[in-house]
């Protein structure tokens, strides 16, 4: 097995990440945000620079699952190789509930929380967020895995907002399954605590017991039970990156608070918009984050740049030369895009609310943004990407100029894995240049960038962009773990 790494995201089957670089009994906590089977399509909802809603979402994921010979090879692996509770367990599930997207669904979880079981040390435990569409089955799993008596908690987290029901009590929480690995785990329950609410005699002076002891108040104020009153993320807060399943970076601290310590590896096989990492990292842990899309590994980039400048960490899984670059573009064209974009830290742009993958809105032609503020005024403007994987001609650049002139984009670049012809370069080259009166610049207003270069170093000559993705707050670790208090 491979060495571990801290501070690490992976690009890959968190299954195949976890069997080849992480070793047992190395990690101190693990959360996961799985999907929930909800038979969704999630679209990652960028802001534009003053925050406000803008016309560009994409694909994140789709949460829709089918049996097929994955389901099966999976589904046969456990049967054959896992110990007998397991085999007869997931047997019985398959018996009860058939060979449907909702059994692919608990074979594919069943498989990664074997290997998350693997790697947690004897003192660590587990987070698992579901929502009530699977959580029973979910903890029949967990109660075989980890056994029914290393189960610590099912969590309540209660939020407000959103659509009310007019059929049903509206469903306005998720589930938190809290399972240990060992007889011992770590629970830091003063770490966690409360402020008492004003109104509360234990903030005032204590009560007495029937025997007429006085039992004064906690000075850290009182323990946290398992009914979380926390506050989804406000449309308008800080930390919102438009990631759809994104979770507010105070119920992470808790968790992380709560069920590790300074220096401890927590790791998430599912990090998404990268909560996790974040909070980890701002409460001095070491951190692992595990996800099956660039698109989410590039946001996370971006998120820890800004969080928390000049930071250092690992990405594995990315293509590390050209040879490497090919390959992910003749496996999959959306996730070569996406990972060519992260490369000069341009936002990806995608279908105006359209559910189908890389399918463009009505500005047509356009696979990224990279957003500048040039004048004293503060409009925002913006460079237009093109990415290419394949042959390309003059046309293409061309068609880029079209684009430029329809959107009124004031730059255009065209990301390329093969080398431009001539009559590219020409045509790039009619296309003028922008002058910056900020900067008493200017620049080529079309650029052709290949990916050779952007490896060797170069980089897209334009003014200095204001930020792709919504800012998010920088983090002074001095202060970081006395912020985001709740009143209990």
Do not use: H, I, P, V
């Given at each position: 097995m491979r060495p571990i790494t801290?501070?690490?995201?992976?690009?890959?089957?968190?299954?195949?990440i976890l069997r080849d670089y992480i070793p047992t009994e190395s990690v101190d906590l693990v959360y996961l945000d799985p999907p929930f089977n909800s038979n969704r399509t999630y679209n990652v909802l960028f802001k534009d620079e003053r925050g406000n809603d803008s016309e560009a979402q994409i694909v994140a994921f789709t949460d829709s699952w089918s049996w097929g010979p994955t389901a099966e090879q999976e589904y046969n692996e456990l049967v054959t190789q896992g110990s007998p509770a397991i085999s007869d367990m997931i047997s019985a599930l398959r018996g009860f509930i058939g060979s449907n997207p909702m059994m692919a669904y608990l074979v594919m979880m069943a498989s990664r929380l074997m290997e998350l079981h693997r790697v947690l040390k004897p003192t660590g435990s587990l987070y698992l967020h579901c929502d009530p569409t699977a959580s029973h089955y979910l903890k029949i799993i967990l109660d075989t895995i980890f056994g029914a008596d290393h189960f610590l908690n099912e969590i309540v987290w209660h939020y407000t907002g959103g659509g009310r029901s007019k059929s049903y009590f509206s469903r306005k929480h998720d589930i938190l399954l809290w399972y240990r690995v060992g007889p011992r785990h770590t629970f830091n329950v003063d770490a966690i605590r409360q402020p008492y609410k004003a109104t509360s005699q234990y903030a005032k002076s204590g009560i007495m017991s029937a025997s007429g002891k006085q039992y004064q108040p906690h000075p850290l104020g009182t323990p946290v039970d398992d009914v979380w009153d926390i506050p989804i993320i406000n449309p308008l807060a800080h930390e919102r990156l438009g990631y759809p399943t994104q979770k507010p970076l105070i119920l992470l601290e808790r968790i992380i608070q709560a069920s590790s310590n300074l220096g401890d590896i927590v790791l998430d096989p599912f990090c998404g918009g990268g909560t996790t990492i974040a909070a980890a990292q701002k409460l001095g842990r070491r951190w692992i984050g595990i996800d099956i899309t660039h698109l989410s590994i590039a946001l996370q980039k971006y998120r820890l740049a800004e969080m928390y400048p000049g930071l250092t960490f690992n990405v594995i899984g990315e293509p590390e030369d050209v040879g490497a670059a090919h390959q992910l573009f003749n496996d999959n064209p959306y996730q070569f895009q996406w990972w060519a974009l992260s490369m000069i830290h341009a936002r990806p742009y995608g279908a105006d609310g359209s559910s189908k993958q890389g399918k463009k809105g009505p500005d047509g032609g356009i696979d990224g943004i990279i957003n500048f503020i040039d004048d004293a005024a503060g409009k925002t403007k913006k460079v237009i990407i093109q990415v290419k994987g394949g042959k390309v001609q003059a046309s293409v650049i061309r068609d880029l100029i079209g684009v430029l002139d329809a959107t009124k984009g004031v730059m255009g670049v065209l990301i390329t894995l093969e080398p431009p012809t001539k009559p590219?370069?020409?045509?790039?080259?009619?296309?003028?240049?922008?002058?910056?009166?900020?900067?008493?610049?200017?620049y080529p207003r079309v650029q052709i960038v290949t990916i050779a270069e952007l490896f060797a170093g170069k980089e897209i000559a334009m003014p200095p962009a204001y930020g792709t993705f919504k800012q998010v707050q920088r983090v002074d670790p001095d202060t970081s773990n006395q912020q985001d208090r709740l009143d209990v």
């Open positions: 801290d501070n690490t995201l992976f690009y890959g089957d968190n299954l195949k590219m370069r020409d045509a790039a080259t009619t296309a003028g240049f922008y002058e910056s009166q900020s900067w008493g610049r200017k």
